[in-house]
């Protein structure tokens, strides 16, 4: 008999892989936007598999609520453009695709190293959250307010370089110039 949560797990790991690299591949930055929101989503759904509900509940309201609705306002703020293809492209490519499988076997061998002696049944917590809270806001609460404050500064700047200045076009003014010949006249 097949498992039900192996079988959840393929299809959300697949929905999380799938929404990632369709991010990176994406011209357009609200499609990227939503793509994200596609892996916050399915990321969500896989950490309740593990039995994390209070992380899974955190990343659907902050990460796919709250972060990425914001950053779909400020793409919509900018109204940027898709991003024509660039010749350094190729060059980042070739550099990222081994780069990846670096960090991946990086990131496997530390986790490898630091769980592989915790036993844990199947649905059980790896975390409490007591633990995450005490983490976030004795021991990590300067990281984390920084990494607040970076998240506004970096879109009050993306605000100010959005704002071009009102010029008036030549159309504009012309009602205005034929106004001033007749008054002069």
Known sequence: MVNLQLILFLIFGALAVAGGINMLRSRSPIYGALSLILVMGSLAVLYLLLGAEFIAFVQILVYAG??????????????????????????????????????????????????????????????????????????????????????LVGIAGAVLLAARPETPSAGANAPAAQAAERSGR
């Open 66 to 151: 709250a972060i990425m609705v914001l950053f779909v306002f400020v793409i919509m703020l900018l109204n940027a453009q898709p991003l024509p293809p660039h010749e350094r492209a190729r060059f980042a490519r070739r550099l990222g695709l081994p780069a990846i499988f670096i960090l991946l076997g990086i990131l496997t061998a530390a986790f490898a190293m630091r769980y592989s002696r915790a036993r844990l049944a199947a649905g059980s917590p790896m975390f409490h959250v007591h633990n995450i809270g005490q983490a976030l806001f004795h021991q990590d609460l300067l990281p984390f307010e920084a990494t607040s404050v970076l998240f």
